[in-house]
């Protein structure tokens, strides 16, 4: 998630279970410091390797068993101030379980999300990402606003309480949403003749009504857009298809390039959901994640560089370039977008 949401949570997690211990605000602080110390990790990166911030974004910092060496350096850095060490002597044991709680907080929000994080480091590198909630939502971020406010400002404790458990429930919708855009994806794979070896369905930017939907089948990554309004059937907008690209479909040029294993760092980040992009075949994309809802146009990926280039890739971030319409997610969250059909009417995947 966003750091201002890990933040705000990190925060009403110290606030409600450990103000009247630490006083509010001194538990509010340091729930807030924690809950956003984890994306620190966003300063790791290598001139010589564009990768290395990608692999270590959500890396050891977001690991659960790291959680508690993490509270532990939030709590020393605070103790450095000399006031404070004294005014929280006798109670390092609460001010480093306020951290603690804060920092898990932050490695558990982060894992419902798509993006993928190395929840269990160092036991395996294997990337949770359980697609329940967006990146960014304003509703669940909205509810720990309204919620610590309020708490802080006229020093009410349940406040803090019911803005955790309106983003709780407002994550618990969608976990209900994300099933029931799995079947719908079931159904419309079914409906083409298709039988996905893989698939994954994620929520999209700030909301949990229109899912992006992949699926393997046949050497080709398929792509849909599923609306699962709170009432009513599911309804898609059928997509495209584009070529899975494995190590095997690298070209001569890029596997002479690939010293030092980026393509398989890559897809691992990627989660094996790469194709090359329809406006640049020299760009390996990240099929999760499209500027367009007309087309494949991916955020980021990589390039293969030329031999005398001084990293053997190029790192493509493209984040800055979002091209879709507010009128037309708008449309598509009303559910007047007349590109959705019912799931068994679907048009098939372009091919």
């Known amino acids: 998630m966003d750091p201002l949401t890990h933040t705000l949570l990190g925060a009403s997690f110290g606030y409600f279970c450990f103000g009247r211990r630490l006083g509010r605000a001194t538990a509010a602080g340091v729930g807030a410091l924690a809950g956003a110390a984890p994306d620190l990790d966003v300063l790791i ?25 993490g509270a532990a350096l939030v709590v020393g850095l605070l103790l450095v101030y000399r006031s404070w060490r004294e005014r929280w002597r006798g109670h390092l044991g609460a001010v480093w379980a306020c951290a603690l709680a804060a920092w898990v907080s932050h490695c558990l929000l982060d894992s419902a999300t798509s993006y993928g994080t190395q929840l269990m480091w160092p036991f395996t590198d294997e990337r949770f990402g359980w697609d329940f909630i967006a990146v960014v939502d304003p509703v669940f971020t909205l509810a720990l606003v309204i919620g610590l406010s309020v708490a802080l400002i006229r020093a009410r404790p349940g406040a803090a309480l019911a803005g955790l458990i309106v983003a709780a429930g407002y994550l618990g919708l969608g976990v209900v949403q994300h099933t029931r855009a799995v079947g719908a994806q079931a159904a419309v794979a079914a409906s083409r003749g298709h039988t996905p070896t893989r698939f994954e369905v994620m929520p999209t930017l700030g909301n949990v009504l229109v899912w992006r939907a992949l699926y393997e ?45 980026s393509f398989a760092r890559f897809a691992w980040f990627s989660e094996d959901w ?47 370039d979002r091209r879709v319409s507010p009128q037309e997610l708008w449309e598509e969250l009303q559910g007047r977008d007349p590109r959705f059909k019912p799931v068994g009417n679907v048009a098939r995947a372009v091919q």
């Open 45 to 69: 990166g290598s001139a010589a390797d564009p990768l290395i911030a990608v692999e270590y974004h959500r890396h050891f910092t977001h690991a659960l068993p790291f959680a508690p060496v």
């Open 217 to 261: 089948h046949g050497g080709k990554i398929h792509a849909d857009r599923i609306r699962v309004g709170l009432a009513g059937g599911a309804t898609v907008r059928g997509g495209w298809a584009l070529a899975t690209v494995g190590a095997g479909e690298l070209t001569a040029a890029e596997r002479a390039r690939d010293r030092r294993r």
């Open 274 to 320: 790469v194709a090359r992009s329809p406006s640049d075949a020299s760009v390996l994309g990240d099929m999760r994640y499209s500027l367009s809802t007309e087309a494949f146009d991916p955020i980021w990926g990589i390039r293969f560089t030329a031999p005398e280039a001084p990293t053997e890739i190029e790192w493509v971030n493209r984040s800055r």
